[in-house]
């Protein structure tokens, strides 16, 4: 079983960045693919990126294209996600998420099996 654990959420104004962490523990070596979800209140989890094993195929969703970047530190199994030019639209709990299907990652909620707990993040003036 693994264990996900976001970190780097905050408060920030229109236009900042953040950078989201996430740390997974446990049977780590099973991990094949590890992604970012968010939800705003009243909406349903949106995909934001994901990277895969092989690390070529990092889709992101249209909402957050040329601002986020996903990476992975795979020896450490932490996956990043790099937030700029955030909008007060980007506010919402931030979700890391693994599976282990050995296949090209989606940004399907029901693809992933493991969860993190979620961390806010909040862009306002």
């Known amino acids: 079983q693994l264990q996900l654990v976001e970190s780097g959420g905050d408060s920030v104004q229109p236009g900042g960045s953040l950078r989201l962490s996430c740390a997974a523990s446990?049977?780590?070596?099973?991990?094949?693919?590890m992604a970012w979800f968010r939800q705003a209140p009243g909406k349903e989890r949106e995909g934001i990126s994901c990277y895969g094993s092989g690390g070529g195929y990092t889709p992101y969703a249209d909402s957050v294209k040329g601002r986020f970047t996903i990476s992975m530190n795979r020896a450490q199994s932490t996956v990043f996600l790099q937030m700029n030019d955030l909008k007060p639209e980007d506010t919402a709990v931030y979700f890391c998420a693994a599976n282990t299907r050995l296949e090209q990652c989606e940004l399907l909620p029901s693809s992933y099996s493991d969860w993190g707990r979620g961390i806010q993040v909040t862009v306002s003036s």
């Open positions: 446990g049977f780590t070596s099973r991990i094949y693919n």
